[in-house]
């Protein structure tokens, strides 16, 4: 009888925590990162959208939406919450609380970038990109592992429970 091939074991889904970076490291994650939020506000000033309130752009269940952010995002958001204590909400973000942001100061570029305004709907992926494309570059001056996925999927993880069968968009590690 033919020996059945084992299947391989697929590589550890890793939990994006600042906990083990070296001190060097983790300062120049915070400051790369701020200075990129900081310019990524600059240029979205100047393109204008307008914010009415409508408490919709977070509401991923209405807006049929999902937000995907890099690991270095949830590195930096790990610097100041710890991630494995935020709550399960489902399919809504849990920083989502009475229909505004909790997390606001330290949110992903996602956030930072989305607005409903339709005036403003053209530019917004270009912005996105730049800055995006700014954090890659980041992690690999700081040599660290980049994945694109979904936030929701980062929390899970983060808090030990399971994320979406492959919802993996891009990794990428250094080792
Ligand atoms: S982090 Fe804040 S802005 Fe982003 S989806 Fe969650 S509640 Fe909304």
Do not use: N
């Amino acid at each position: 009888m033919p020996t059945p091939t084992p299947t391989p074991t697929p590589p550890p889904i890793p939990a994006y925590t600042p906990a083990g970076l070296p001190p060097a490291t983790r300062g120049a994650l915070l400051e790369g990162m701020e200075r990129i939020y900081r310019e990524l506000a600059e240029d979205v000033a100047r393109a204008g959208p307008v914010c009415i309130l409508r408490g919709v752009c977070c509401d991923f269940a209405t807006m049929d939406y999902v937000l995907y952010a890099s690991s270095l995002e949830v590195l930096y958001l790990g610097c100041f919450i710890d991630l494995a204590r935020v709550r399960d909400a489902g399919k809504l973000c849990p920083f989502w609380l009475e229909r505004r942001c909790s997390e606001h100061a330290v949110r992903p570029l996602g956030c930072r970038v989305y607005f409903c305004d339709p005036r403003y709907a053209a530019q917004a992926p270009e912005i996105y990109e730049r800055h995006h494309r700014r954090i890659r570059e980041l992690a690999d001056r700081l040599e660290l592992d980049y994945e694109y996925a979904p936030f929701l999927d980062f929390l899970a993880r983060a808090g030990g429970r399971a994320a979406t069968p492959g919802a993996r968009a891009q990794v990428r590690t250094c080792t």
